[in-house]
């Protein structure tokens, strides 16, 4: 006996054409089709989308000595959507003092995954 065939649909954002995308796979998670990428790239997302989604995570964190009390920060890379929460909450615990410069590193390699949070801006003395 097989593993019953899904789809599941998706709006490409790898350019500006937002290619609709269907990708068809067994309730194992293999794929057997995706139809309506218009490119590699394309092809490439859907495929890691369907099987380990990943985001670039944007947020705030507290600053001291700063005309905001808030900067503005972001993972350096993409992160696995499942540890959104979990590094939103190492996030909130973070408090950098002023002068930052957009680009400088917050906080190193956050929760072992190599990645850095980033300031997306100046915030000076």
Do not use: H, W
Not at 3 to 27: S, Y
Not at 85 to 98: N, S, T, Y
């Amino acid at each position: 006996m097989s593993d019953r065939i899904t789809e599941k649909k998706f709006t490409c954002i790898m350019c500006p054409l937002g290619c609709a995308v269907t990708l068809k796979a067994d309730d194992s998670g293999n794929i057997f089709e995706i139809m309506g990428s218009r490119c590699l790239k394309g092809e490439k997302y859907i495929r890691d989308e369907f099987s380990t989604p990943k985001r670039v995570l944007t947020s705030t964190v507290a600053i001291e000595g700063a005309k905001f009390d808030r900067l503005p920060v972001r993972t350096s890379d993409l992160v696995p959507k499942d540890k959104l929460f979990d590094l939103m909450k190492e996030i909130q615990k973070i408090k950098a003092k002023a002068p930052v410069n957009i680009g400088d590193v917050i906080l190193k390699n956050i929760r072992g995954l190599g990645v850095d949070i980033v300031a997306t801006r100046d915030l000076l003395l």
